[in-house]
């Protein structure tokens, strides 16, 4: 069954407003990745994080992975509508990568 | 992009009937991924395969096989198709495996319908 767990579903943001999407895993990941799917699209690769506490940036996103290598979040400072997608997170605990079940982001202009 | 390509991009079947996806790569990667994409699961591992003619199950493989007779090619079949496989699948690929460089390619999907 589903080992990686994804709040919130949806998220609804006014353009500029920031946001975040959190995943949460039963078990010790090995490495975690971040991947985004736009409206009819698929999904592309935007980060992986393998450390503990790793932190890393990508212009206006910022994606943390916890101590204890079971949680990881993605923030986006002053959304934009060009952020509108799912986003999604993988979990590798070893065995294959574990997808979250997604958080979609509509951004209102 | 990668080099990436699913056929059929859109299928309706009807239940009972055998349904085979295709998965084409001109990247030359070894390992090739099925998933399937339903409202509240994510993206779900079907099948992988790790080179010609080498594959394993993922956690919902049930229903389904897969074949990689070409590194290029890998295909995904539904025996006899059912309404709970009605679906968007997702074809992957990547470099390398084991997680830390195991960065996934995807195609852009067959949006199956199975009446």
């Known amino acids: 069954g589903q080992q990686v767990m994804q709040i919130p579903q949806y998220q609804h943001v006014q353009e500029g407003e920031d946001f975040t999407t959190y995943c949460n895993s039963s078990t010790t990941l090995s490495n975690i990745q971040w991947y985004k799917q736009r409206p009819g699209g698929h999904p592309v690769f935007l980060i992986q994080?393998?450390?503990?506490?790793e932190v890393k940036k990508q212009k206006r996103l910022t994606f943390q992975f916890g101590e204890a290598k079971k949680n990881s979040s993605l923030h986006i400072t002053a959304t934009q509508t060009t952020d509108v997608g799912t986003y999604f997170c993988a979990g590798y605990p070893g065995n294959q990568f574990y997808f979250g079940t997604g958080t979609s982001l509509t951004v209102i202009p | 992009d990668a080099g990436i390509t699913q056929s059929p991009r859109h299928k309706v079947t009807e239940t009972g009937t055998p349904v085979t996806l295709r998965c084409h790569q001109t990247?030359?990667?070894?390992?090739m991924y099925w998933y399937r994409q339903d409202p509240g699961h994510g993206l779900r591992l079907i099948h992988y395969?790790?080179?010609?003619?080498?594959?394993d199950k993922g956690e919902v493989s049930d229903g389904y096989s897969v074949s990689r007779s070409k590194t290029e090619d890998f295909l995904l079949t539904l025996e006899s198709a059912t309404s709970s496989q009605t679906s968007v699948y997702f074809c992957a690929i990547s470099e390398s495996a084991g997680g830390t460089n195991e960065k996934l390619f995807f195609g852009s999907g067959t949006q199956l319908s199975v009446l």
């Open positions: 395969s790790y080179g010609v003619k080498d594959t």
């Open positions: 994080l393998v450390k503990s506490g």
């Open positions: 990247e030359n990667h070894r390992y």
